[in-house]
C-alpha cells in the first residue's frame, strides 16, 4: 500500500512537472474557466492545451464539465492550490538565497 501511495504522488508531481500545466493551474485559480478561455491566457495552442488539460485531469488535478458546447475547467481540490503556491514560496527563497551569493561574488574586494 505505501509504494502504491509513494507511486501515486511521484505522478502527481510529474504532472505539476510543466510549465504549460503550472501555467494553467495558475490561471484556473480557484475559478472555473471555459477552454477558450485558457488558450489564450496561456499563449499556447490549442491542442497542446488539450493534452495538458488532459493530464491534469487523468491525475485528478483537474476537472471537467459540459455547458452546452464548452467545456468548463475547474481545480478539483484547494489543497492543491496550496502545494502550487508552497512551491512558488520554495524558489522565491532559493532564488533570494543565490541572488545573495552572487552579490557576494561581485563585491569589491576590502583593502
Known amino acids: 500500500m505505501e509504494e502504491r501511495r509513494l ?4 505522478e502527481l508531481l510529474r504532472a505539476l512537472g510543466h510549465p504549460l500545466r503550472l501555467k494553467i493551474l495558475d490561471f484556473l485559480g480557484e475559478r472555473e474557466r471555459c477552454v477558450c478561455e ?3 491566457a496561456v499563449g499556447a495552442e ?14 485528478g488535478i483537474l476537472e471537467a ?10 481545480v478539483r481540490d484547494p489543497a492543491i492550490l496550496n502545494l502550487y503556491n508552497l ?6 527563497c532559493r ?4 541572488a545573495k551569493v552572487a552579490m557576494s561574488f561581485q563585491k569589491p574586494p576590502e583593502e
Do not use: D, M, N, T
Request: glycine share 4%; aromatic share 4%.
Open 95 to 98: 532564488l533570494g538565497e543565490l
Open 7 to 10: 507511486e501515486l504522488v511521484a
Open 65 to 74: 464539465r459540459k455547458e452546452g458546447l464548452k467545456v468548463l475547467y475547474r
Open 46 to 59: 490549442q491542442s497542446a492545451v488539450s493534452k495538458h488539460l488532459a493530464v491534469l485531469r487523468q491525475v
Open 87 to 92: 512551491a512558488q514560496e520554495f524558489v522565491a
Open 38 to 40: 485558457i488558450i489564450p
